[in-house]
């Protein structure tokens, strides 16, 4: 065990030296299907979207410079040709935990963009997960997880909260954790019943939110080779991997739009 959580570390620290992806990898088909019939929601309005979260809302990891996910539903929005107008705010931050967002959400500016807010998308627990493996490297159990992951429900039922106090009818949409060691560390099984476990803690509580859906991506990243979706820290999606995100968004977007 010790071997593997060795690796980890190396991982943690030395990821931004692992090789570009090949050339090939830009060439797959990923783009996001514009209807031609848009639902009543996408015709003649103005529509504000606010995006909350991580690194993932933030797009690291994206070689193109095109927002990650949250930009690429953006230009998805723009090329509806009955969008009247379309502004995007996004407040995702590296590094953020779910504590990080609890502050994030008593900003002045947060909760006034939370008001107009027609869409609300929204990424976090990544980072609540990796503060446990950091800090317990060499002696990582369920237990650790288990207690972990119930302070985690806690602070993002509050979360769901703090946005329902601004706005009661936006529908919020939750893109999951995915399991990044999935292939550089494949002895790390333990990991994906711990992504999981907090997936289905996660699904549950969106629940009691009749307009909140939570968005499933662990299966994209778990595929055969799909290691290639990740950026070279091996831990951040690429262009491809948002771009396959940003698809089932925008789909959950445009279904629940009918």
């Not at 570390?9 to 090939?24: N, R, V």
């Not at 230009?75 to 009247?84: A, D, G, I, M, T």
């Not at 990544?126 to 602070?155: A, C, H, P, W």
Request: proline share 3%; aromatic share 8%; net charge positive.
């Amino acid at each position: 065990m010790k071997k593997i959580f060795a690796v980890i570390i190396c991982f943690l620290l030395a990821s931004c030296s692992l090789p570009e992806h090949t050339s090939a990898l830009l060439t797959k088909k990923t783009e996001i299907e514009i209807k031609r019939n848009p639902p009543a929601f996408f015709i003649a309005r103005n529509i504000n979207i606010v995006a909350l979260g991580d690194s993932l809302t933030e797009g690291v990891g994206d070689g193109t410079k095109q927002g990650g996910y949250v930009g690429r539903i953006e230009k998805s929005l723009q090329n509806e040709e009955r969008v009247k107008k379309l502004e995007v705010d996004n407040f995702g931050v590296k590094g953020y935990k779910t504590t990080d967002l609890l502050d994030k959400l008593k900003e002045r500016k947060v909760r006034s963009k939370l008001e107009k807010a027609d869409i609300i998308v929204l990424s976090i627990g990544g980072n609540d997960v990796m503060k446990i493996v950091r800090g317990n490297i060499l002696s990582l159990d369920f237990k650790l997880f288990q207690k972990e992951q119930k302070t985690y429900e806690k602070r993002l039922a509050r979360i769901i909260g703090e946005i329902r106090k601004k706005n009661k009818t936006a529908p919020i949409y939750f893109v999951g954790l995915y399991n990044p060691f999935k292939y550089t560390i494949p002895e790390l099984t333990e990991l994906d019943i711990v992504v999981d476990k907090w997936n289905k803690a996660t699904d549950n509580i969106l629940k009691e939110d009749e307009k909140a859906k939570f968005i499933p991506i662990a299966d994209i990243f778990s595929l055969e080779n799909e290691e290639q979706l990740l950026y070279k820290d091996a831990f951040h999606p690429n262009e491809i991997g948002y771009t396959l995100i940003a698809e089932r968004v925008y789909k959950a977007i445009y279904e629940n739009s009918r």
